[in-house]
């Protein structure tokens, strides 16, 4: 409705750095479950590099960090159980790299 989407605009940004679109995804694009499940699978088999959605779409039942590097927060929750849930999409056993990053992005003087 704004004319303005912050998923589409990371998704040109990474295109334009070298990823693939096709190797770009959205949660909310998956509008079943069968469609969420087999998104989860593309990430697992790394067919998928960047997943991106919200704590609510990719809350509970989000089991794709087979292969996670890197989890990025662009934005600040207001629970800490938001935020344990999150980065429990990464920081999880079944993930293949030992090490792994978080980042949280913030505006300097802003509420986050």
């Avoid at 694009?29 to 699978?41: C, G, P, T, V």
């Avoid at 509970?60 to 927060?73: C, I, P, S, W």
């Avoid at 980065?87 to 992005?105: F, S, T």
Wanted: hydrophobic fraction near 35%.
């Amino acid at each position: 409705a704004w004319g303005y989407s912050p998923y589409s605009e990371i998704i040109d940004k990474l295109a334009r750095r070298g990823i693939p679109r096709d190797q770009i995804a959205c949660i909310g694009d998956a509008e079943s479950d069968a469609k969420k499940q087999a998104l989860f699978e593309k990430v697992r088999q790394g067919s998928v590099r960047v997943l991106i959605g919200s704590t609510q779409k990719m809350g509970t039942g989000t089991n794709v960090q087979k292969r996670l590097v890197a989890l990025h927060h662009l934005d600040a929750p207001w629970k800490p159980a938001e935020v344990e849930q999150r980065d429990g999409r990464i920081l999880r056993q079944g993930n293949e790299n030992k090490e792994v990053a978080i980042y949280r992005y913030v505006t300097e003087g802003s509420f986050d």
